[in-house]
């Protein structure tokens, strides 16, 4: 579900931005954007319907009814000249956008 480079930069961004203690990495979905549906990263804490996962060390939140959206998922992160940031590649996407952070499934 995570890259290396998305581990990595996550690592990076928990150690430099004061994540309280007990938050972890929510992955998730909601309805909107050009596609139909955009990709939801942050962090925070554990909720009632979440599932938790450890993927290198980071704990990881999702909402088990967006397991439907987000199985096989794998999260990315590049650092380049043209792309910057972390990427989503989705094998339920039957639609994406230019922009890469929606999708219709």
């Given at each position: 579900?995570?890259?290396?480079?998305?581990?990595?930069?996550?690592?990076?961004?928990?150690?430099?931005?004061?994540?309280?203690?007990?938050?972890?990495?929510?992955?998730?979905?909601?309805?909107?954007?050009?596609?139909?549906?955009?990709?939801i990263l942050g962090?925070?804490?554990?909720?009632?319907?979440?599932?938790?996962?450890?993927?290198?060390?980071?704990?990881?939140?999702?909402?088990?009814?967006?397991?439907?959206?987000?199985?096989?998922?794998?999260?990315?992160?590049?650092?380049?000249?043209?792309?910057?940031?972390?990427?989503?590649?989705?094998?339920?996407?039957?639609?994406?956008?230019?922009?890469?952070?929606?999708?219709a499934a």
């Amino acid at each position: 579900m995570l890259s290396e480079r998305a581990s990595r930069e996550i690592r990076k961004i928990m150690a430099t931005k004061d994540i309280p203690e007990g938050y972890g990495l929510r992955v998730g979905v909601r309805g909107g954007g050009c596609s139909g549906m955009s990709y939801i990263l942050g962090f925070d804490k554990q909720r009632e319907h979440d599932a938790a996962y450890e993927i290198d060390g980071i704990v990881l939140y999702m909402d088990k009814r967006h397991g439907l959206y987000l199985m096989g998922t794998t999260i990315d992160y590049h650092d380049g000249l043209n792309a910057r940031g972390f990427t989503f590649d989705n094998p339920n996407a039957t639609q994406t956008c230019g922009c890469g952070s929606s999708f219709a499934a």
